[in-house]
């Protein structure tokens, strides 16, 4: 028996792959088969396994930390060699079990950054999350290509720019001397203090996160419009449906698996609130609506006597958070029909 390929050309199932062996003779083969018949492959994905094992995996013993009272003299237990005395100085450090959670659970100052954080991460679902969606169905509207590529390049661009660099334009132009404020002025008004009122302040991390990350975001459902048949778009129109009606029932119909893939990946990371941004542009002045999880971590692991155990905790905490709600909303998006991350 036959079967046909779209160019019309006709093979017998079991034909030999292009590495001499039929598929279910590979599928057979052993383990040791197909590393030796692919390695090539195996090799160019080597330097990315190395990497996320030394980066990625090796630290995961320092989760111990939480649970241990940290002291930067203890002596290691294996010896004095690179990398391996500090697995050896974790091994004689004092088991401490809960206490460090037992203190995170006791701390004012944790909880109003653990509340900050997700207030800030819903607001960047809430006004962020469909913004890609929306210029990527705008700019598909676009008819000509060159002005499709100008569009595309001046929403990109600010992806690229760092936090530091940012944080500096904005302090130029928001600060109580800056250009906003002086022209209020010349109009009559009064400063305002954009980067100290505690109730802008929020509002203001939101916007420019949207503002740096929309063009970016976007790529991913231009990409994905791009891959929608264009027989569906002909056959709308046959039927008489406008742009509106080919945007509700094609073109997003289309992208609908991508988005919800996204926004899985969004929810469970939901306790990673923007550490570079935030940074750059908090002041004390904010800390009571600007402090999140990281930036904590951060002033408390460097700044304010040292615990590393305690911020270890805070990062234990967060991640268990983070998987959980990583778990929940994957279960949610199967539970209403649309395909998960598993």
Known sequence: MLTTKKDGAASAP??????????????AAGLGARLARYKYFYVLLLPA????????????????LAFKHYRFNTPSALGNLPLISYIGQFMNMEWVGLQWFEMLGSRPDFWRAFTNTLLISFYRILFGFPAP?????????????????VYQTVYTFPHFLSWVLIAGVLFGILST????????????????????????????LVSTEIWKSVGWGSII????????????????????????????????????TTAVILLILQVGNILNAGFD??????????????????????????????????????GLFKSVINFALLVAANWGARLLGQQGLF
Do not use: C
């Open 14 to 27: 079991g034909r030999p792959s292009a590495y001499g062996r039929t598929a279910p003779a590979l599928a």
């Open 49 to 64: 396994i190395l990497f996320y094992f030394v980066f990625n995996y090796i630290p995961m013993y320092g989760i111990v």
């Open 133 to 149: 969606i929306i210029l990527a169905l705008l700019m598909n509207e676009v008819q000509r290509d060159g002005v499709k590529r």
């Open 177 to 204: 001397n800056g250009a906003l404020n002086q022209l209020i002025v010349k109009l009559g008004g009064d400063r305002t203090q954009f980067l100290t009122d505690t109730s802008l302040f929020r509002g203001l």
């Open 221 to 256: 459902f231009l990409a994905a419009i791009a891959g929608i048949d264009p027989q569906l778009y002909e056959a709308a129109t046959i039927d008489g449906a406008g742009r509106w009606k080919s945007l509700l029932h094609v073109t997003w119909p289309g992208i609908t």
């Open 277 to 314: 941004q935030v940074l750059n542009m908090m002041n004390p002045a904010v800390y009571e609506v600007g402090d999140i999880i990281d930036t904590y971590v951060f002033r408390m692991s460097f700044w304010d006597p040292k615990n590393f155990g305690f911020t270890t905790a805070v």
